[in-house]
């Protein structure tokens, strides 16, 4: 039985306070009465997530927590005092980020990226801000133009810094966002480039000519929604490109090319039409 992810039980024994589920080795932990449900029978199984109640007991939920252990999570802190802040995380036991844990004091109202893990001292689920310990210090070995899972932390002057597949730091330069992005989102992006000191940009849009033909289907999908022409030219600002289509005016201008080489569109003086 793991602390802090899902585990799939057995249901050993029915007691007044709830439902006992076993693990292969025996071990035991309750599930307490207002997640049973009439399904779960003796001998069946359950999928239960398990973690340490108020009195550091192990239990069992069927809620579904915000986060899970050994993974990066932007939460809301519901209260501070004299051991550090609180978050909420989906649990009827909100989340401890002790004060060490912390890179400046946290506030009650406002949310912080943090990493889950279970420390060795108290065998308790904790969450740091101070996650970059638990990163990984091999160098990173993906591809160029790999897709990968992202995880935004954060907002710098050269970008927006993320962390990489639950294991490396990387960077958006504030140039090739071109889409809105909040702290906490996870999305898709791809390797830019890896510098020989380990650092790693990514970009959100594939390169070269899979992002071209992504570029001119949207145009194409935009000149429908827009009963087939778009005001739009090479003269057209960078920003009114960004925010009629999401993408540079640079990328707007070769797509344009390909459709207008594929017989697709026709350029007038003031747009595009469909041909």
Request: proline residues 4%; aromatic residues 10%; charged residues 25%.
């Amino acid at each position: 039985m793991e602390l802090g992810v899902w585990n799939t039980l057995k249901v050993e024994r029915s007691m007044p306070q709830g439902l006992y589920l076993t693990d292969d080795s025996g071990e035991e932990v309750l599930l307490p009465n207002k997640y049973c449900t009439p399904e779960m029978e003796i001998e069946s199984k359950v999928n239960v997530f398990v973690y340490r109640d108020s009195e550091d007991r192990l239990v069992a939920t069927t809620e579904t927590p915000l986060a899970i252990k050994h993974t990066f999570a932007y939460l809301k802190v519901t209260s501070v005092n004299t051991i550090g802040a609180f978050l909420h995380w989906g649990l009827e036991k909100d989340l401890l980020v002790p004060f060490k844990e912390q890179r400046k004091r946290m506030e009650e109202g406002f949310s912080y990226p943090v990493y889950i893990y279970e420390d060795e001292m108290t065998g308790r689920l904790v969450a740091t801000n101070k996650y970059e310990r638990f990163l990984s210090k091999e160098f990173p070995e993906y591809s160029p133009m790999q897709e990968v899972q992202i995880f935004i932390t954060h907002l710098t002057d050269l970008g927006v810094n993320v962390i990489i597949e639950n294991k490396h730091k990387g960077l958006i330069y504030h140039n090739e966002v071109f889409t809105f992005l909040s702290l906490g989102d996870t999305t898709s992006a791809y390797i830019k480039e890896i510098l020989p000191n380990g650092n790693i940009t990514v970009t959100l849009r594939k390169q070269g000519k899979d992002l071209l033909d992504a570029g001119a289907q949207r145009i194409l999908d935009r000149l429908h929604e827009k009963n087939g022409f778009l005001e739009l030219t090479d003269n057209s600002s960078p920003e009114e490109i960004m925010f009629q289509l999401q993408m540079s005016k640079k990328n707007f201008k070769k797509s344009v090319g390909i459709l207008y080489k594929q017989g697709k569109v026709i350029l007038h003086t003031d747009g595009i039409r469909l041909t």
